[in-house]
């Protein structure tokens, strides 16, 4: 496996870091400070699409997408290194039309969508002009076992009537929300991983209800948010059916899988953040008459921390590889392991960095608290840590098992 990164993703990574180091860190506290002076935070700050027209007349766009009609032509392992450096920054993603759950939504559309539903959602997804969200995790069932799920999609003449309630739909508290993709039963009575589908539904549709927006360890995650949604009896078009009825995980298949390796991706830059202002902070603060940086301990938290990044930089890639060559499915143990590892190293390196900062890290003063609680919750979200393992576990005994006979 050849790592390397080609000239045309050291030319794209150039320019991302330079429109990084202009634009993007230099408005992280405008892009907070707008929120708070609008007279309600659930609204786009301005700055906010300033910046993605500036990064899209810079062709900074859609680099997620490999068609190169609508985006950068890349696959999994070229976009890597440009998620990573998003990763860095919370607000960079949304600049670069790159931000879940948006990502995920229009890989579905794209590969799943009928011509109807990618020129009425798709599209405007793609052009930045609405933002949507994704509905499957349910407040009453255990949804570490997405077979749990209780929303109904029921068949209606020529509509679909949904009923059920939905939580942490993430993005659904911002005002440009138009959809949901909703995960509902179809048919309870066919093979287990077939009852299941997904269908598009409008949020201004009658009998869909925001009931709130869930903070996450007291970040509301404004304009954006994670809201609980009622969806009482809502009716839609039967073309709003994504694929066909019964194909529910096939789709959360090919969605899960980009996604929880674009988090990965990210968390690496988001780990490289942290050491940066770790070791900032080590060389310019002085402890019992010498600097951090000259104090065994620091100097180990910096040791195990690039040890860690480098560990899961080379893993990550290794799951980009594998999706690239093989296919998601046969990626499935390496996007696993990694989605398992990506998280605690991030969390290890912010622990340190925090631990460094003292006070201050804690603080809004510098990013870490905020990437602390996002990284916190990738332990959890697109599948817990123990499933990941548990999959991990079977398939290398089923691996195992094969190499003894």
């Known amino acids: 496996m050849n790592f390397d990164y080609s000239d045309k993703v050291k030319r794209w990574r150039d320019k991302l870091e330079q429109f990084m180091e202009k634009v993007i860190y230099p408005n992280e506290k405008a892009v907070e400070a707008q929120l708070n002076q609008q007279g309600t935070r659930w609204k786009n700050p301005p700055i906010m699409e300033e910046m993605k027209a500036e990064a899209r007349k810079e062709g900074l766009w859609n680099l997620f997408l490999p068609d190169s009609t609508y985006g950068a032509g890349l696959n999994n392992l070229e976009y890597a290194p440009l998620c990573e450096l998003m990763g860095r920054s919370v607000i960079a993603p949304e600049v670069f039309n790159c931000a879940a759950p948006d990502t995920g939504n229009m890989e579905v559309l794209y590969y799943y969508g009928s011509q109807e539903q990618k020129e009425k959602w798709l599209i405007p ?26 929303t109904r999609i029921e068949r209606d003449g020529n509509e679909y009537v949904i009923t059920g309630r939905k939580w942490w739909s993430s993005g659904a508290g911002d005002p440009r929300c138009r959809f949901a993709i909703v995960m509902g039963l179809t048919n309870p009575d066919a093979p287990k991983h077939e009852r299941h589908s997904m269908i598009i539904v409008p949020l201004d549709a009658p009998g869909v209800e925001i009931i709130r927006t869930l903070p996450v360890f007291g970040y509301d995650h404004a304009p954006h948010g994670h809201a609980e949604i009622e969806f009482n009896q809502v009716r839609v078009p039967k073309e709003n059916i994504i694929w066909e009825e019964g194909k529910g995980f096939a789709i959360a298949q090919g969605r899960l899988g980009p996604g929880r390796i674009h988090h990965c991706m990210r968390l690496i830059g988001v780990a490289e953040r942290a050491l940066s202002i770790l070791c900032q902070r080590a060389q310019t603060r002085v402890a019992f008459g010498k600097s951090l940086a000259e104090q065994g301990v620091v100097q180990q938290w910096i040791a195990d921390s690039r040890i860690e990044i480098e560990q ?32 605690q190293v991030a969390l290890n390196v912010l622990d340190r960095a925090i631990q460094a900062l003292g006070a201050a890290g804690v603080s809004d003063d510098f990013p870490l608290a905020m990437h602390w609680a996002n990284a916190r919750t990738l332990r959890i979200a697109d599948g817990p840590d123990e499933v990941h393992r548990m999959s991990v576990a079977r398939l290398e005994l089923k691996e195992q098992s094969v190499h003894r006979q």
């Open 125 to 150: 997804l793609l052009e930045g002009e609405i933002r949507s969200c994704f509905s499957m995790t349910e407040p009453d069932v255990a949804s570490s076992d997405a077979t749990n799920m209780r």
């Open 312 to 343: 899961a930089r080379l893993l990550t890639l290794k799951a980009a590889y594998m999706m690239d060559r093989v296919g998601n499915k046969e990626a499935r143990k390496e996007i696993a392991m990694i989605k398992v590892m990506a998280p």
